[in-house]
């Protein structure tokens, strides 16, 4: 089978947390983000890092009795004993995040090493919420331009659902006729830049 015959790299899902356990290595600003994020859900945290950033520190005092927090570093082999769904390795050493990553693989745990998407099983999407609806979106390569496309979507849909700052003012009536639009101009556009300049060339 050819490459692009295998269909997604990644399956896009949502799935249930609760009960799940999600072990954190890193306590700066993105892992932050992590934790803050998961910290809606009914998933239980655990944060091991040598010392913790504002951000993580302001969600321990927050939500305390949401997050373990473990002052200790990441050791090889210490995720025998540990009884985990998920890891998350958010540390400022890329070394680390790898080596994380492998024993996560040697023991079949999902990990998401937040320096490098390469390196993972799982990743987080862009998310927009709004009274009660979930919209998420994410690319399938690792690159700049799906980053930036992504972004670009996010913020159609923010616009879209009236948030933002250059929102449109929405009751809510009218939503899902502008999801729709947006998914139509987006696929629009898509069909657009896959097609070879010649077939571009014979339509005009």
């Known amino acids: 089978m050819e490459e692009n015959e295998k269909g997604y790299a990644y399956f896009p899902l949502f799935m249930r947390m609760e009960g ?34 504002d951000k993580m520190r302001a969600l321990l005092d927050t939500y305390g009795a949401r997050i373990v927090y473990v002052q200790d570093v990441y050791r090889s082999g210490c995720l025998a004993d540990e009884d985990m769904d998920f890891v998350l390795a958010a540390t400022d050493d890329a070394a680390v995040n790898e080596a994380i990553y492998r024993e996560c693989r040697h023991r079949e745990i999902y990990v998401n090493v937040a320096s490098n998407r390469r390196l ?24 700049e331009d799906t980053h930036a496309g992504v972004k670009e ?51 005009q």
Not at 120 to 142: I, K, M, Q, R
Not at 153 to 178: C, I, M, P, T, Y
């Open 20 to 53: 799940a356990h999600v072990l954190v290595f890193g306590a700066g600003q993105i892992a932050a983000r992590r934790v803050g994020a998961l910290v809606k859900t009914a998933c239980r945290l655990t944060v091991v890092a040598p010392e913790c950033g």
């Open 153 to 203: 979507l996010r913020r159609r849909v923010e616009r879209a659902l009236g948030q933002g700052g250059d929102a449109e003012k929405s009751d809510g009536s009218d939503r899902n006729e502008k999801l729709s639009e947006i998914s139509d101009e987006i696929k629009e556009e898509i069909k657009d830049e896959i097609e070879k300049p010649g077939q571009r060339e014979r339509k």
């Open 120 to 143: 993972c099983s799982f990743y987080f999407p862009a998310t927009v919420e709004h009274e009660g609806l979930v919209v998420a979106s994410a690319s399938a390569e690792a690159s």
